[in-house]
């Protein structure tokens, strides 16, 4: 720091230290917790007793400064020193194995990471070797310091918490940039959105000026109100076009998608959408000055010109002043409830309910406006097409739902028998309609399993809103009862043809489940491991011809029976079991991340449960990764032949999945373990796909609370090859990703053109976004 900003410091420390120790100018020990803000109490008590140089039990401002000086201001020596004294609980001057348990135990709750007492002693072991160089059975502060040097990056970033919490805000140290919508990255990386945004605006300019300057004969206000209402002809049918999805998705694969901005026809819609607002608005506004210097010289008075059918305004009997306010109290309504503050808050139904009032909107303004329907005509041919084609889709067939899984932080994970004229490409969702829990809301879902498998359909829904909380509180339910005979007999029958399906999916040899390679011994590990075969991820491709499939079709489904009770004919633990469920399936429609094999290099960005495009896609891209593999039959080594083709050129994958908690990975970690399994140990090239999982709950090695729990965690995966937070060979890396870093390594690859697809939320999706303006890369966000 320099002299200005160590005196801008000192000022805003005291100011902060006055705040939170008030009238007695002494922190205790509870206002000092408070201050870190810490979870296990530990650390703070810690800090406390090596800040309270005294023994007085408080920390004065004195004390609190000339510690926080050293920590911040001092060498890396005098910051290794501190940390020794914090991990050396009883001050003896070296740590044992049983001090280092403990402050691994806290660290553990501080990164909110829950393991085993039994993973928590290999972790404490697998340290204190690592760093006992001369086995005397205890760690000295020489020992820690050569221990920690062979961890560079903690080495190099070695920060307090204890001080961060004292330093001025980030916020006033930045320096300004120009605004992104002014750098030349942006201009580039939106230029078919920004081409298409500029004709758009001047389409409506020129409507706009042709239809003032046809009726200047009535005034100023009549020509302001005509060519608004020229320019609600077009964009009302506009709007329509935008949300034509199976059109949409013909057109992704044509060239027209490296022309028009299809990618982004949502926010397209919302554009018109608000432009609506506004020229209806104005138009509104135009016509009451109008009907104020008409009333001052006709009979009629304002009042009659507004809500009556007197004056006969309008093509049909007059009714263009009391259509129009209808239109304008709607159009008023479904732009209110489109708000985002309403979707993303739990209310997605009056979203939903209130934008189907379309249908009431183009009735009325075809008797509004005598000319509406020569803009409509075709628009409204190819979305009651699109209607027809949709219900009689999701009417054909019988669907059922014929397994579920109540997954970790509330997912539920439907599997849906997939009808053989189903067809999608990997990333495609669609609208599902489940009549029990609502029989007239249809939502859509990104379907999460790869086309390749052609037996089932996987949905998971993450429990967000009303329809989403009643799905997941339907299944954790315990089943019903009473269940009539005839449903007995299918049970049993369902129940014995399930265990048929588990024995033939593995050889048996002398009475036990032999492997025949490396991807069943997984699957058959995670068999023994779970007692079934939900979570595991079989494409189609590691179940050998004529085997039997390893989903339970339901006899009533079969037949066309409807279910109108719940029926579990078998149920394999609190959170999984098989059901026969009637539901409707819409779709499938396309998404950007069509355009994933097209690409070079391609980076999958997931936030939570914003995996589940990503699943159907990893899962593809291994099918047919899997499609190129080649093995030496004289010995073990395989590769991969690296040929790009018109169906795929993909030359690398990074997979980067972003999880608050623990407990979140649970949701995927069976698919992700064979698709590591998938690929060769060694590679010329490197890895096909790379996985980098993300952690936000738990602490960075920058912090002093998890430095040792991250080199007891790195060490352990070293030993073990895998993971102590998700079991994968993957390393669960702590905090956030740091998207300047991981995109300039993704850029020194020299992979290709780098394509980066992201699904999760909007705040972080601004974020990457902005990245990859600034390293020239095309970003992609999941849209429905």
């Known amino acids: 720091m320099s002299l200005d900003e160590d005196a801008r410091w000192l000022e805003w420390v005291t100011k902060q230290f006055e705040s939170i120790a008030g009238d007695d100018k002494e922190i205790d020990i509870d206002?000092?917790?408070?201050?870190?803000?810490?979870?296990?109490?530990?650390?703070?008590?810690?800090?406390?007793?090596?800040?309270?140089?005294?023994?007085?039990?408080?920390?004065?401002?004195?004390?609190?400064?000339?510690?926080?000086?050293?920590?911040?201001?001092?060498?890396?020596?005098?910051?290794?020193?501190?940390?020794?004294?914090?991990?050396?609980?009883?001050?003896?001057?070296?740590?044992?194995?049983?001090?280092?348990?403990?402050?691994?135990?806290?660290?553990?709750?501080?990164?909110?990471?829950?393991?085993?007492?039994?993973?928590?002693?290999?972790?404490?072991?697998?340290?204190?070797?690592?760093?006992?160089?001369?086995?005397?059975?205890?760690?000295?502060?020489?020992?820690?310091?050569?221990?920690?040097?062979?961890?560079?990056?903690?080495?190099?970033?070695?920060?307090?918490?204890?001080?961060?919490?004292?330093k001025p805000p980030e916020s006033d140290q930045k320096k300004r940039h120009a605004p992104r919508y002014l750098t030349r990255a942006y201009w580039q990386n939106n230029s078919r959105k920004l081409l298409f945004l500029c004709l758009y605006a001047c389409l409506n300019l020129l409507l706009f000026t042709f239809a003032m300057l046809q009726h200047k004969q009535g005034g100023a206000w009549y020509m302001v109100a005509k060519g608004c209402g020229q320019c609600l002809n077009f964009n009302c049918t506009f709007v329509m076009v935008l949300m034509l999805r199976r059109c949409l998705t013909w057109l992704r694969a044509t060239w027209v998608v490296r022309v028009l901005p299809l990618d982004q026809n949502i926010l397209l819609h919302q554009i018109v959408g608000y432009a609506i607002l506004c020229f209806t608005l104005v138009h509104t506004v135009a016509h009451i000055f109008n009907f104020v210097q008409l009333s001052h010289s006709s009979e009629f008075s304002l009042w009659e010109y507004l809500l009556t059918t007197r004056p006969g305004i309008g093509w049909v009997k007059g009714t263009a002043s009391l259509t129009g306010v209808v239109l304008q109290v709607v159009i008023c309504l479904m732009v209110l409830c489109s708000s985002t503050f309403v979707r993303r808050s739990g209310h997605f139904e009056v979203f939903y309910w209130s934008h189907l009032s379309y249908v009431l909107v183009w009735s009325v303004l075809l008797v509004h406006c005598a000319n509406f329907w020569k803009w409509f005509v075709v628009p409204g041919l190819l979305f009651l097409l699109e209607k027809i084609i949709g219900i009689a889709v999701s009417r054909i067939g019988g669907l059922y739902i014929v397994e579920v899984n109540l997954l970790p932080s509330k997912v539920t994970h439907l599997v849906i028998k997939r009808p053989q004229f189903f067809q999608f490409k990997p990333g495609d969702y669609v609208y599902i309609n489940i009549p029990v829990i609502a029989k007239y809301e249809w939502h859509p879902f990104t379907i999460s399993s790869p086309p390749e498998q052609s037996d089932s359909l996987?949905?998971?829904?993450?429990?967000?809103?009303?329809?989403?909380?009643?799905?997941?509180?339907?299944?954790?339910?315990p089943e019903r009862e009473t269940v009539s005979p005839k449903r007995l007999a299918t049970s049993l029958r369902d129940?014995?043809?399930?265990?048929?399906?588990?024995?033939?999916?593995?050889?048996?040899?002398?009475?036990?489940?032999?492997?025949?390679?490396?991807?069943?011994?997984?699957?058959?590990?995670?068999?023994?491991?779970?007692?079934?075969?939900?979570?595991?991820?079989?494409?189609?491709?590691?179940?050998?011809?004529?085997?039997?499939?390893?989903?339970?079709?339901?006899?009533?489904?079969?037949?066309?029976?409807?279910?109108?009770?719940?029926?579990?004919?078998?149920?394999?633990?609190?959170?999984?079991?098989?059901?026969?469920?009637?539901?409707?399936?819409?779709?499938?429609?396309?998404?950007?991340?069509?355009?994933?094999?097209?690409?070079?290099?391609?980076?999958l960005i997931g936030a939570g449960i914003g995996i589940t495009p990503f699943a159907s896609i990893l899962q593809s891209i291994m099918y047919r990764?899997?499609?190129?593999?080649?093995?030496?039959?004289?010995?073990?080594?395989?590769?991969?032949?690296?040929?790009?083709?018109?169906?795929?050129?993909?030359?690398?994958?990074?997979?980067?999945?972003?999880?608050?908690?623990?407990?979140?990975?649970?949701?995927?970690?069976?698919?992700?373990?064979?698709?590591?399994?998938?690929?060769?140990?060694?590679?010329?090239?490197?890895?096909?796909?790379?996985?980098?999982?993300?952690?936000?709950?738990?602490?960075s090695k920058n912090d002093m609370k998890a430095i040792g729990l991250q080199m007891a965690l790195d060490l352990l995966a070293k030993k073990e090859k895998r993971d102590s937070i998700t079991g994968l060979r993957t390393r669960t890396q702590p905090g956030r990703p740091e998207w300047g870093k991981v995109f300039q390594k993704v850029s020194e690859e020299n992979k290709g053109k780098v394509h980066v697809f992201y699904c999760g939320a909007p705040a972080l999706a601004k974020v990457i976004k902005a990245q990859c303006e600034h390293f020239g890369f095309h970003f992609y966000k999941e849209n429905f």
């Open 458 to 477: 996987w949905l998971h829904i993450r429990s967000m809103g009303q329809w989403t909380n009643r799905l997941y509180e339907y299944f954790r339910e």
């Open 31 to 166: 206002e000092f917790k408070t201050a870190l803000k810490v979870k296990e109490s530990f650390f703070a008590e810690r800090f406390f007793a090596l800040f309270d140089s005294d023994g007085s039990s408080s920390i004065s401002l004195d004390e609190l400064l000339e510690a926080l000086d050293l920590l911040i201001h001092g060498t890396e020596t005098d910051k290794l020193k501190f940390l020794f004294q914090v991990y050396d609980v009883d001050g003896s001057g070296s740590i044992d194995p049983d001090e280092l348990r403990t402050v691994l135990k806290s660290c553990l709750r501080e990164s909110a990471i829950s393991l085993p007492e039994e993973k928590l002693d290999d972790l404490t072991l697998a340290l204190f070797e690592s760093a006992d160089k001369d086995n005397s059975g205890a760690i000295t502060f020489e020992e820690l310091k050569a221990e920690l040097e062979n961890f560079p990056e903690v080495m190099e970033n070695l920060t307090i918490s204890a001080a961060n919490w004292l």
């Open 625 to 699: 990764y899997r499609q190129r593999k080649q093995n030496c039959p004289s010995c073990n080594y395989s590769w991969c032949e690296n040929i790009k083709d018109s169906e795929m050129k993909l030359r690398k994958v990074d997979f980067i999945w972003i999880n608050r908690d623990q407990k979140s990975f649970e949701w995927f970690v069976s698919l992700l373990t064979k698709l590591e399994m998938d690929q060769a140990d060694e590679d010329l090239e490197g890895r096909f796909l790379e996985m980098h999982m993300y952690m936000t709950s738990a602490l």
């Open 495 to 603: 129940r014995r043809q399930l265990l048929r399906t588990q024995e033939d999916l593995f050889s048996l040899s002398d009475g036990g489940a032999v492997a025949s390679n490396e991807d069943d011994a997984v699957e058959l590990m995670m068999y023994r491991q779970n007692g079934s075969l939900s979570d595991v991820a079989l494409p189609p491709t590691s179940v050998s011809p004529g085997s039997a499939d390893p989903q339970v079709e339901p006899g009533p489904a079969e037949r066309g029976e409807a279910s109108p009770i719940r029926e579990v004919p078998a149920k394999l633990g609190e959170n999984h079991r098989f059901c026969n469920i009637k539901c409707y399936v819409d779709g499938p429609y396309g998404t950007p991340t069509r355009q994933i094999f097209a690409s070079e290099h391609a980076v």
